[in-house]
């Protein structure tokens, strides 16, 4: 079974400044997607990047940017410009190409906005 | 285009009670996803439906949870028999077929007294 871990309960940054979220799965296919979604208080959830295995290209989303490195397992996600509106749980997660396509998700990442 | 729409947004039910959570896809998305986000946790997948099917419930409780799909109407996610440990935050996500990412619904908030 995939597993998603997101090593950081919670990171801070100063506004304008830059943060990079880690995330790393495991796996033993070779086609999948990964993703970022944001949770704000609010409880949405807001797909924020998507990345596909066979894209050695990093996905980028305007301030949104990803590392992704096959080999690594590694998935990281850097935000640039930080804004106040960037504060919420920051969630990773992977889904298969096959089967059901259910998305597994890490743990998440807290991130606050120092104004 | 509504997205996807569950309702309703809070639901407070007492134990041993039955909860009903309701899931309206987007238009044109024949595919529905369940997941259980308990406190201070990441979300759980639960079960995909698609259109008066069960494809995968792998992630349901052997007990009490069903969830359907029918031909007309939004999905439901059934608990019966409620305990405290339900209490949790239940989300719904559909997509179109092919490899469409999944679209999220608001969430229902569960709380069992």
């Known amino acids: 079974a995939q597993t998603v871990t997101q090593s950081q309960p919670e990171m801070s940054v100063q506004e304008a400044e830059t943060v990079t979220l880690s995330c790393t799965y495991d796996t033993s296919e070779s086609d999948y997607y990964l993703f970022w979604y944001k949770q704000p208080p609010s409880r949405q959830m807001i797909l924020v990047i998507r990345?596909?295995?066979?894209?050695?290209q990093n996905a980028t989303e305007n301030r949104f940017s990803v590392n992704f490195q096959k080999a690594a397992k590694s998935f990281s996600l850097k935000i640039s410009d930080s804004q106040l509106g960037d504060a919420a749980m920051y969630f990773c997660a992977y889904r298969s190409e096959q089967g059901a396509q259910k998305l597994v998700f890490g743990q998440g990442t807290r991130l606050t906005i120092n104004p | 285009n509504a997205g996807v729409m569950q309702n309703p947004r809070h639901l407070v039910r007492r134990r041993g009670q039955e909860a009903r959570l309701r899931c309206s896809p987007m238009?044109?998305?024949?595919?529905v996803y369940w997941y259980r986000q308990l406190p201070e946790e990441g979300l759980k997948f639960m079960v995909y439906l698609q259109k008066e099917n069960i494809i995968d419930e792998s992630g349901m409780p052997k007990e009490r949870f069903s969830a359907e799909f029918p031909k007309e109407g939004p999905s439901i996610l059934r608990i019966q028999q409620v305990v405290r440990g339900d209490s949790a935050a239940y989300f719904c996500a559909s997509r179109q077929g092919g490899n469409q990412p999944q679209h999220f619904g608001d969430g229902t908030r569960l709380s069992i007294l």
């Open positions: 990345q596909e295995a066979y894209k050695q």
């Open positions: 238009k044109g998305h024949s595919h």
